[in-house]
């Protein structure tokens, strides 16, 4: 009986520590890309200006760390989504460094690509966790 307690505890702290990594990472990468929306309208910058900061912002919101968490923490589809999501956002600081606005039809499409992973991420972060709640 203590195994059965000691193995059921062990698996809820490891759904825990998912669930509380998975929030983080969803909100380093909104953080991260609301910072980028920032610097695509912000007509006042030099193309040069924007692209530093973009790489600056992609470098410390924490996105990095949490990515390489997630690919050992994640199951392997979400670790899988996850990934697609932070090159879509890296997508999107390339197409700033390259001197899109957000008036720019390139960088539309690719902040479009970079919405729709997240939102694919965030619906299997959704079911995964649901399912370890027993939802």
């Known amino acids: 009986m203590d195994h059965l307690r000691w193995r059921h505890d062990r698996d809820g702290r490891a759904a825990a520590l998912r669930r509380e990594l998975y929030s983080e990472y969803i909100a380093a990468l909104a953080a991260t890309r609301n910072e980028l929306r920032e610097l ?3 007509d006042s910058l030099s193309v040069a200006e924007r692209g530093e900061q973009a790489r600056d912002v992609v470098r410390t919101r924490g996105a990095y760390e949490l990515r390489y968490r997630m ?5 392997p589809s979400v670790a899988e989504m996850s990934e697609e999501v932070f090159q879509e956002l890296r997508g999107m600081r390339d197409r700033i460094f390259a001197g899109d606005t957000y008036r720019e039809a390139t960088y539309s499409e690719q902040r479009i690509r970079y919405v729709e992973a997240s939102r ?3 619906a299997a972060m959704r079911d995964e966790v649901q399912v370890e709640l027993g939802l």
């Not at 690919?71 to 199951?75: D, G, P």
């Open 71 to 75: 690919q050992i923490v994640a199951s």
């Open 120 to 122: 694919r991420l965030r």
């Open 40 to 42: 695509a309208h912000n």
